[in-house]
C-alpha cells in the first residue's frame, strides 16, 4: 500500500440542494429503504422500530432497530442509495456518525453503499466536489460543512 488516502467524491444532489434550473435530483424511494432496512434487522436478528420518511429540507430518512446491543438508528440518503449510523435522531448531522455494525453489510445486496464512520467524519474541504451543481457549491460555500458527514445528512433547505 503506498499510504494514499482516497478522495471522496460526493455525486451532483448529495447536498439535497436543489435549484430551479438544475435537473431534477435523483430519488431513493422510501420503499425501498424500508425493505432494507427490514433485511438488516433480519440480518441483525433484531426487532424493527420505526421508520420516517425525510421531512422538507432534511436529506435523509431514518430508521431504527433494536438488538441485543441496543438500539441502532440508520440514516437513509434521499437522493443517493448511502446509509450511515448514528446514535439517536436529530434534525441534522454534523460528527455525530458511529461505525456501522458488522450486520449493516447486508444493506449492499439492497442497492446501498453503507458508510464508514472514518470517511463520513473526513474534512469536507478535502472532497473533490467537481461532480456538484453550482447551486450546491453555492450552499457549501455558505454553508461551509465541516466534514463528509455534514454535507450529506444536512437540513439545509
Known amino acids: 500500500m503506498d499510504g494514499s ?10 447536498t ?3 435549484h430551479p434550473g438544475d ?5 431513493t424511494a422510501p420503499r425501498a429503504c ?3 432496512w427490514h433485511a438488516m434487522a433480519r440480518a441483525a436478528r433484531g426487532q ?14 431514518s430508521a431504527t432497530l433494536t438488538d441485543r446491543d441496543g438500539t441502532h438508528v440508520a440514516l437513509f440518503h434521499a437522493h443517493h442509495p448511502l446509509t450511515a449510523f448514528v446514535d439517536e435522531r ?7 456518525f458511529r461505525e456501522p455494525p458488522a450486520w449493516a453489510g447486508v444493506l449492499a445486496h439492497h442497492g446501498f453503499a453503507v458508510l464508514s464512520a472514518a470517511l463520513l467524519l473526513a474534512p469536507f474541504p478535502a472532497a473533490d466536489v467537481s461532480a456538484l451543481s ?7 460555500a455558505f454553508r461551509r460543512p465541516d466534514t463528509v458527514g455534514a454535507a450529506l445528512f444536512n437540513a439545509w433547505g
Open 48 to 61: 424493527v422500530g420505526d421508520f420516517v420518511e425525510r421531512r422538507y429540507p432534511q436529506t435523509f430518512h
Open 34 to 36: 424500508r425493505s432494507a
Open 5 to 14: 488516502r482516497t478522495v471522496f467524491r460526493p455525486a451532483r444532489g448529495s
Open 23 to 27: 435537473p431534477p435530483l435523483p430519488d
Open 134 to 140: 453550482g447551486s450546491e457549491l453555492r450552499q457549501i
Open 90 to 96: 436529530r434534525h441534522w448531522y454534523t460528527d455525530e
Open 16 to 18: 439535497g440542494f436543489p
